[in-house]
């Protein structure tokens, strides 16, 4: 994958598998609606070189079970377990100032509020409490998780390529 096309798709959802015995994946999607992610068809792998028709037939736990096209057995759909499924980004809507794809996040260097380099943004992770940004650093002894809040997090400088935190006492 070239660094061009890993910054034109962004990962919108998995297959984790089959779903009964008709040849229906399990999906799980990562798009603000999560029924939304047939929208943004077609989808491709994280190289861009294999696309995916997809389409939801109904909800399941942790997720939703769909159709995609070409795949007809339960063996062809699990043959298909753990594939992302990424979409172009010029197919997902523009957001507002204050809000980001996790992609964009991703790789960022995190700075103090002094300029002091703390480290990298390795993932954002939800639990369910809100975003958390998992940072990793040279200087750090563990990872540190930081809630991606506008108090923790006053700077997004996607141009710059860094985050500006002001993080909780004793955090870091």
Avoid at 22 to 46: C, H, M, W
Avoid at 57 to 85: C, I, M, P, S, Y
């Amino acid at each position: 994958m070239t660094e061009d096309t890993a910054a034109e798709l962004v990962c919108v959802g998995t297959i984790s598998g089959s779903y009964g015995v008709k040849g229906e994946v399990r999906l799980k999607s990562f798009t603000a609606q999560p029924e939304d992610i047939a929208l943004y068809n077609p989808l491709t792998d994280e190289t861009g070189a294999q696309q995916f028709i997809v389409g939801i037939t109904r909800a399941v736990k942790n997720g939703f079970a769909g159709r995609v096209d070409g795949v007809q057995t339960k063996e062809q759909a699990d043959a298909l377990r753990g594939t992302k499924l990424y979409a172009r980004r010029d197919q997902l809507p523009s957001l507002p100032d204050d809000e980001f794809y996790h992609a964009d996040l991703i790789g960022l260097e995190v700075v103090d509020t002094g300029g002091a380099v703390l480290g990298r943004v390795k993932q954002v992770m939800n639990h369910g409490a809100g975003d958390l940004l998992e940072i990793h650093g040279a200087g750090l002894e563990a990872t540190v998780l930081l809630p991606f809040t506008r108090e923790a997090v006053p700077t997004v400088d996607l141009a710059a390529g860094r985050i500006i935190v002001d993080p909780p006492e004793g955090l870091f």
